[in-house]
């Protein structure tokens, strides 16, 4: 996986601006995946994101993207600790509630659509999604709204402009270690 389909895919976590990026990407060899996860937490970990495959299917790798420090506080709301605690989840410490969500899509029955608040979704909107089956939603983006619209599409604009600008300093040579903002 090369550092440009990365910051592609992950400019808002990488900014500091989202609490992570979910995206699949196609590997050969499995073992070159792993090294290439490897790296990029080398060069990432100091900064405070993490990466993570989340599963291994087909020759596709499910990569996370993450700031452990946004995810904590994302799953202590109260909301998104109910909803957590609704899909079967024991606890909102982030590594364990990681941990179940693999072995949710491990299993393959259903898609973990609470996978919302691991991405630093609004929890009404993960709710939502939910509960409406995906539809009946306001508005879309880089995901669906069932709250505040207003916001939802301001914050899609910013997602938007980050990984344009991203993308447009990489292909100048700025590197993804500097890229990364440290939080």
């Known amino acids: ?17 989202k609490t992570a990026n979910l995206f699949s990407c196609r590997f050969v060899d ?17 900064k405070g994101v993490r990466v993570l495959p989340l599963r291994y299917r087909d020759g596709c790798a499910l990569i996370y993207a993450y700031r452990p420090s946004k995810l904590m506080q ?5 909301d998104a600790g ?10 909102e410490v982030p590594e364990r509630c990681i941990v179940h969500l693999m072995r949710r899509l491990a299993d ?5 659509h609470e996978i919302g608040l691991f991405l630093g979704y609004p929890p009404e ?14 508005c879309a983006g880089e995901w669906k709204v069932y709250g505040d619209e207003e ?9 938007r402009k980050c990984t344009s600008v991203y993308c447009a300093l990489f292909a100048q040579g700025r590197s993804m270690e500097r890229l990364t903002v440290a939080v």
Not at 82 to 91: D, H, V
Not at 108 to 112: L, V
Not at 125 to 138: M, P, S, T
Not at 151 to 159: G, P
């Open 151 to 159: 916001q939802a599409r301001k914050t899609f604009a910013k997602y």
């Open 82 to 91: 109910s909803l957590l605690k609704e899909c079967g989840y024991a606890s």
């Open 30 to 46: 499995e073992n070159e995946m792993r090294g290439s996860i490897r790296s990029l937490n080398g060069i990432l970990v100091k």
């Open 108 to 112: 393959g029955r259903e898609f973990p």
């Open 74 to 78: 994302d799953l202590q709301r109260a």
């Open 1 to 17: 996986m090369s550092e440009e389909i990365f910051i592609r895919h992950c400019s808002p976590t990488l900014a500091g601006i």
């Open 125 to 138: 909107d993960v709710c939502g999604f939910i509960e409406n089956k995906a539809g009946g939603y306001k």
